[in-house]
């Protein structure tokens, strides 16, 4: 069992930076894979970025690679997503997810255990 619960969205305008946190209590296994995906009204659930427990295996999102940086301390159980030369299309709300047993995970069926979201709204 995992329970995820994330922190730091807000309103920011375009260009600006946020920092994301997934704080992380049950099971966080070193290598079991955390992500962080968006979804924007009217749209799908897309996959942003993930990590290893242990920092290994980081994989962006093109959309975002060069923009966002994900970062784990295993220590402190909790995930960051660094997010910098925000655009208004990188509105939506954010969620953590937890992929036990999983080496890397870009697929939302990946995952089994999700945070409730926080919203990012980027103005222009």
């Known amino acids: 069992q995992v329970q995820l619960v994330e922190s730091g969205g807000g309103l920011v305008q375009a260009g600006g930076s946020l920092r994301l946190s997934c704080a992380a209590s049950g099971r966080t296994v070193r290598n079991d894979y955390v992500g962080w995906f968006r979804q924007a009204p009217g749209k799908e659930r897309e996959f942003v970025a993930g990590?290893?427990?242990?920092?290994?295996?980081?994989s962006h999102a093109d959309s975002v690679k060069g923009r966002f940086t994900i970062s784990a301390d295993y220590g402190k159980n909790t995930v960051y997503l660094q997010m910098n030369s925000l655009k208004p299309e990188d509105t939506a709300v954010y969620y953590c997810?937890?992929?036990?047993?999983?080496?890397?995970?870009?697929?939302?069926?990946?995952?089994?255990?999700w945070g409730q979201g926080t919203q990012v709204t980027v103005s222009s």
């Open positions: 997810a937890a992929a036990l047993g999983v080496g890397l995970a870009v697929r939302e069926y990946q995952y089994n255990y």
């Open positions: 990590i290893r427990w242990s920092g290994g295996l980081a």
